[in-house]
């Protein structure tokens, strides 16, 4: 007969965390215009390994580079430190959308 662990509750309530996590990145990923801080970090991104690192904070350019990626969105401008630009420039390597799904795969994981 098999044994059920001592501590099978923190199991259950581990597994529906992360059930409910899994979730909620599932059902934001169908809306990715309404994630203002990983929109601001794909363009800081974006912006840097275009080589335009210098011109990191211009507002034209800022929204040039989420239209490339967002058309239809709203445009929120840059309010992080030039230092994440280098932490997000790997992301965007990928396309918008699936870059979007590693971050929170990412932040799920740093849990």
């Known amino acids: ?12 309530l581990l597994g529906l965390t992360l059930a409910g996590l ?9 809306d990715t215009k309404r994630t203002p ?7 800081m991104g974006k912006i840097l390994r275009q ?12 929204q040039k580079v ?3 990626f967002l058309p ?5 401008p840059l309010d992080h430190p030039p230092f994440e630009a280098w932490l997000c420039a790997p992301l965007t390597l990928l396309p918008y959308r699936q ?3 590693l971050w929170g795969i990412l932040n799920l994981v740093l849990l």
């Open 1 to 12: 007969m098999l044994k059920t662990p001592k501590n099978w509750p923190h199991l259950v």
């Open 22 to 30: 899994f979730l909620i990145l599932i059902s934001s990923v169908r």
């Open 37 to 43: 801080d990983f929109i601001g970090f794909y363009a």
């Open 51 to 62: 080589g335009a690192g210098r011109n990191l904070y211009t507002l034209d350019l800022q």
């Open 66 to 68: 989420e239209r490339d």
């Open 72 to 76: 239809h969105g709203k445009f929120f």
């Open 99 to 101: 870059a979007y799904l």
